[in-house]
Structure formats: structure tokens, C-alpha cells
């Protein structure tokens, strides 16, 4: 192919953006336009021509230069984005901002391209920080108190041992209803897998605290500038989807912010900060990913993948490598910051996916 793109020029570089501009060469829109003619003439059928037997000149009459120059031009651009980020070696966050300048059949395509930059993020002693969020530890004893509403809460669900008439005292428990309930010998027993069963619960949502709190605390002594161009792009995706919520839930906005007893102004700006705070966390986990190698091995992906298309077969293959690695990376943080070992699978895992 020609060179795609001709006469680069960087307009600006500040508050973690630049902007270039630049041209697609004649010759490269050129041979967009021909890929973009043959998709045409692969599905057009014309009086005296069968589907995909119309001659070339025929589809470009058809099609007209303008809807071939379109779309050529939507490919070309998208493939000068990528490679304007390549060439400049740009870390780029989020979807480049792209301006047409100029378009006109046998002339250079015209356009201004905006990146938001990765920032430079400082970390602090993470594992230091872990490790005094770690140390103050949750209660995770059950109360007596605790197990008769589990117990009641079963009873309730199931009506073992109800009274026998409707207003009666609820009559205690025995050795014989508990056997009514699974493999319990007696109602000590019962009462012990519930508070063993409690207990774990505790402990998990404890954990989960744990590590959430880790990262907040990490990220609140880092430092780093979130580009404004990222925060907008992610604002105008979330303003989307909550009018649709809002929308959905037969709310006007007016009615939406009356009852949050706000204004458009104040909930503007506390949706912003929320925006922020979420990339600049994403920003640090990233750092802290590759400066500790986290990044997982093909063979973890693949078992991630496995494991996720039990539960989701309907989604697609990106998808789910995405969500694995992520996982992945989630697991093997944490492990590090808690000085744990991650989880990995096992040979016998990889070579059969369906005991996944």
C-alpha cells in the first residue's frame, strides 16, 4: 500500500493531550476506495448481471464516487489513527478525538487527531499501605444472636417445626426437625454449621473490605493527573446511560434530581469526581501491574476463558479474554499486596477445560 498518511504536524501538547494534523495521500484513499468497491460488487445484482458478476465501473456508476469516498475515508482513518499512535509510540487512554478537515475525490484527505496521553503516575509504599490496612482486622465472631435468625429465617422458609395451629408459639427446635434439613445429628450440630457457615460470610465480605480499602488508601497517596479529555468521554458515555435509567424508571431528570435533592450542577460535578477517582484508580492499578510483571501467561488466559464460558456461553471470545485477564491481574494484585499466593490452574485444567 502507499503511505497511508503524509505531512504530520503536532498542533499542541499539554494537560496530558496532543493533537497532530495530517493527511491521507491520494494514492492510499485511492486504494480504500477500490477495497471499498469490491465489497459493493460482492453483494450488488444489477438487470443482466447476477450478484457479484456486475463489472467494476457498472458498481462505481451504482454506488457513486461519493458513498465510495465516505466509506473508504472511515477505514482509511481509522487505520492513520492506529498508526499515527504507532509511529509517535504514544500511550494512548481512551478513543482518539478526529476532526475531517478537508475531503475531496483525487485530493488529500485533511484531519486533526486528538490522544489522551497515559500520565505519569507516582506510586507511594503500596505494599507498605497494604499491609497497615491489612493489620487492622475485623471482628468476624457470630452471636448467638445471629444464629437464631438464620435459624428462624430457615424455619420460616421451609415451615419445619411450625406450631400446629396458625398464631401458636413457634415450639423449639428438635434433634428430629434439624434431620428434616440434611445430615445433622442432632440440633447442636445444625446450629454449628450454620454458625461455621455464617462465619466464612464474615469473613469473605471482611476481605472483600480489606482489599477495597487497600486500594483506595493507595490511591489517595498517588499521584497522578487524569487527562480532562478522558474524563469527558467517560462523563458523556455515563450522562447516556443514567437518562436512560432515569428514563426507564419514568423519571424526568427534574423529577430525578428533586428527589436526590440536588441540583443538575451539583450532581454534574459529584458524577465528574466520581469519574475521575474511578480512572486514576484504574491508572494505578495499571502502573502497579507492570512494574510488578502481573500480567498473565497465555495458559492462565485460556483457563480464565474456559471457566467463564461455562457461565456465559453466549458471550464473545473478546469478551471473555478481556473479563479473564482482568480477573487475573485482580488476583495476582491482591496476592502480591498480601503477600498470598494467586491461584493457578492446574496442568490437568489446561489439557481439559470442561473440569473447569
Do not use: C, W
Not at 504536524?9 to 497532530?20: R, W
Amino acid at each position: 500500500m502507499a503511505t497511508l498518511y503524509s505531512n504530520l504536524k503536532k498542533l499542541s501538547e499539554k494537560h496530558g493531550e496532543v493533537e497532530f494534523k495530517a493527511d491521507i495521500t491520494p494514492d492510499a484513499l485511492e486504494e480504500y476506495m477500490i477495497e471499498e468497491l469490491l465489497h459493493y460488487a460482492e453483494e450488488l445484482a444489477l438487470p443482466g448481471f447476477r450478484k457479484g458478476k456486475v463489472p467494476q465501473h457498472l458498481v462505481r456508476e451504482h454506488v457513486g464516487e461519493v458513498r465510495l469516498l465516505e466509506g473508504a475515508a472511515d477505514e482509511a482513518l481509522r487505520d492513520a489513527m492506529q498508526a499515527i499512535a504507532d509511529d509517535e509510540k504514544l500511550d494512548v487512554l481512551g478513543r482518539p478525538e478526529l476532526t475531517v478537515v478537508a475531503i475531496a475525490p483525487k485530493a488529500p484527505l485533511e484531519f486533526k487527531i486528538r490522544y489522551a496521553l497515559a500520565p505519569e503516575v507516582s506510586l507511594p509504599d503500596y505494599k507498605k499501605i497494604a499491609t497497615e490496612v491489612a493489620s487492622r482486622k475485623e471482628d468476624a465472631s457470630v452471636k448467638e444472636e445471629e444464629i437464631d435468625e438464620a435459624v428462624g429465617r430457615i424455619r420460616e422458609m421451609t415451615g419445619i417445626g411450625a406450631p400446629a395451629k396458625e398464631g401458636d408459639v413457634l415450639p423449639p427446635l428438635t434433634d428430629d426437625d434439624v434431620k428434616k434439613l440434611g445430615p445433622f445429628e442432632n440440633v447442636a450440630a445444625f446450629r454449628a454449621e450454620i454458625a461455621k457457615n455464617l462465619s466464612r460470610e464474615k469473613e469473605m465480605i471482611a476481605k472483600d473490605r480489606t482489599r477495597d480499602a487497600m486500594i483506595k488508601a493507595i490511591v489517595a497517596k498517588a499521584k497522578v493527573k487524569v487527562p480532562e479529555m478522558l474524563v469527558r468521554q467517560e462523563f458523556e458515555g455515563f450522562i447516556e446511560e443514567r437518562d436512560r435509567r432515569i428514563a426507564d424508571a419514568g423519571l424526568s431528570l427534574e423529577e430525578y434530581l428533586k428527589q436526590m435533592k440536588k441540583t443538575a450542577e451539583d450532581l454534574e460535578k459529584e458524577e465528574r469526581e466520581l469519574i475521575e477517582e474511578d480512572i486514576k484508580t484504574s491508572l494505578v492499578i495499571r502502573t502497579i501491574k507492570d512494574k510488578e510483571a502481573l500480567d498473565p501467561s497465555e495458559r492462565e488466559v485460556q483457563i480464565g476463558i474456559a471457566r467463564l464460558k461455562l457461565r456465559h456461553p453466549e458471550r464473545e471470545e473478546q469478551s471473555l479474554r478481556r473479563t479473564a485477564e482482568a480477573q487475573i491481574i485482580q488476583e495476582k494484585l491482591f496476592a502480591m499486596l498480601e503477600g498470598t499466593d494467586a491461584e493457578h490452574p492446574s496442568d490437568e485444567e489446561i489439557s481439559d477445560p470442561a473440569t473447569v
